[in-house]
């Protein structure tokens, strides 16, 4: 079965550029399937931040997609996440998500990224 | 402010029955968009619980249910059991904000 596994730095400085990669197992980036990153500040809710399709369409959250870039590394079997001039509030443990007919799942495990100078 | 919206916590006892509603508008729920819903047990990743506003993926007891009209849609629990502690999140496509909406989320508690 697909797996999802996030990786990148923990910790990144106040109006820095936050880099997340999420390595897929146990299916193909290139299957017909949006990929999705979803986040979820400390002790709050999740948030959509956007999805790429395997023709790499993308959709973005409005109120993200200024700063928001997510890529397909088709050669890796990975996508990822750029997210620039970050503040204290991009602070939220990341999760990158399969598409399956329109709901999210298998989610990654997650990983913490904390805006901290 | 969640565009899908959420109680903030319910509660039940064990071997009881409880609902979580999920409250959109005409751009997301009530457009037809599918509803979808997360479990997420403390310190771990969401989990898909139903897709499709009533599927249930392999594996989810069908303890879980859930259903959509109009512009809302809920999640049902029966028989609630001590595991069954957790947040739980509704989700769909929103038309005019071209995405994923998720809802507030809902902490349920066995009492």
């Known amino acids: 079965q697909v797996q999802l596994q996030e990786s990148g730095p923990g910790l990144v400085k106040p109006s820095g550029t936050l880099s997340l990669t999420c390595a897929v197992s146990?299916?193909?980036?290139?299957?017909?399937?949006?990929w999705s990153w979803v986040r979820q500040p400390p002790g709050k809710g999740l948030e959509w931040i956007g999805e790429i399709y395997h023709s790499e369409n993308t959709n973005y959250n409005p109120s993200l997609k200024s700063r928001v870039t997510i890529s397909l590394h088709k050669s890796k079997n990975q996508f990822s996440l750029r997210l620039t001039s970050v503040t204290a509030a991009d602070t939220a443990v990341y999760y990158c998500?399969?598409?399956?007919?329109?709901?999210?799942?298998?989610w990654g495990q997650g990983t913490l990224v904390t805006v901290s100078s | 402010q969640s565009v899908l919206t959420q109680p903030p916590s319910v509660s039940g006892a064990p071997g009881r029955r409880v609902t979580i509603s999920c409250t959109g508008t005409?751009?997301?729920?009530?457009?037809?968009?599918?509803v979808h819903w997360y479990q997420q047990l403390p310190g771990t990743a969401p989990k898909l619980l139903i897709y499709?506003?009533?599927n249930r993926p392999s594996g989810v007891p069908d303890r879980f249910s859930a259903s959509k009209s109009g512009t809302s849609a809920s999640l049902a629990i029966t028989g609630l059991q001590a595991e069954d502690e957790a947040d739980y999140y509704c989700q769909s496509w929103d038309s005019s904000l071209t995405g994923s909406v998720f809802g507030g989320g809902t902490k349920l508690t066995v009492l």
């Open positions: 146990g299916g193909s980036i290139n299957d017909s399937n949006w």
């Open positions: 998500a399969r598409d399956f007919e329109g709901a999210k799942g298998p």
């Open positions: 005409n751009s997301n729920i009530g457009a037809g968009y599918d």
């Open positions: 499709g506003n009533i």
